[in-house]
T-cell receptor, first 112, second 117 residues
Framework: QKEVEQDPGPLSVPEGAIVSLNCTYS??????FMWYRQYSRKGPELLMYTYSSGNKEDGRFTAQVDKSSKYISLFIRDSQPSDSATYLCAMQITGGGNKLTFGTGTQLKVEL | GAVVSQHPSRVICKSGTSVKIECRSLDFQATTMFWYRQFPKKSLMLMAT?????????EQGVEKDKFLINHASLTLSTLTVTSAHPEDSSFYIC?????????????FGPGTRLTVL
């Protein structure tokens, strides 16, 4: 079993839709949770960073962490074609040498 | 703030040659830099972690003599792929820790696409 599971998609939605992206994980030691966006042939760009359980909102993006279920989500409201990219979840344990464990990424396509 | 650059963005080389990739943190000092490899439609695979002025720590299965990492300053790390072979063709991405965000945040470079003929 992989430490972090993420549906690779592709996920196709119409413009303006609410997008829900999810990851599950098995290691209960993960404390830091991040979402990265990666456009084709580019490096990942940090979107959201959360510590432990709870919600965090930034513009059209909301990140949720449920440690009891080992489940994290990223919601994108009013999705735009420019949101079309691969979204990677990443996690880190405290004192783990700052190493990130990534999901495989979900490919999102927002269509006009 | 928190911009990381990589050079070159793309390189094509012959089998047996060595290739050097640079990773720079442009507007912050990076206490730690990381090197990843990414295959098409796959996630990032951590290759090694480097701290300024010390030897890199390689992940299991990564040949340290083949992938030489030097972190000579707080803003520069280099990855040298020695005696490259076609199976080394991949997208190499670096990241740097130490920017203006949360203490554990890593900022990624734009990546270097290596093609070995």
């Amino acid at each position: 079993q992989k430490e972090v599971e993420q549906d690779p998609g592709p996920l196709s939605v119409p413009e303006g839709a609410i997008v829900s992206l999810n990851c599950t994980y098995s290691n209960s030691a993960f404390q830091y949770f991040m979402w990265y966006r990666q456009y084709s042939r580019k490096g990942p760009e940090l979107l959201m960073y959360t510590y432990s359980s709870g919600n965090k909102e930034d513009g059209r993006f909301t990140a949720q962490v449920d440690k009891s279920s080992k489940y994290i989500s990223l919601f994108i409201r009013d999705s735009q074609p420019s949101d079309s990219a691969t979204y990677l979840c990443a996690m880190q344990i405290t004192g783990g040498g700052n190493k990130l464990t990534f999901g495989t990424g979900t490919q999102l396509k927002v269509e006009l | 703030g928190a911009v990381v650059s990589q050079h070159p963005s793309r390189v094509i080389c012959k089998s047996g040659t060595s290739v050097k990739i640079e990773c720079r943190s442009l507007d912050f000092q990076a206490t730690t830099m990381f090197w990843y490899r990414q295959f098409p439609k796959k996630s990032l695979m951590l290759m090694a972690t480097s701290n300024e002025g010390s030897k890199a720590t390689y992940e299991q299965g990564v040949e340290k003599d083949k992938f030489l990492i030097n972190h000579a300053s707080l803003t520069l790390s280099t990855l040298t792929v020695t005696s490259a072979h076609p199976e080394d063709s991949s997208f190499y991405i670096c990241s740097a820790r130490g920017g203006p965000g949360e203490v554990n945040t890593q900022y990624f470079g734009p990546g270097t696409r290596l093609t070995v003929l």
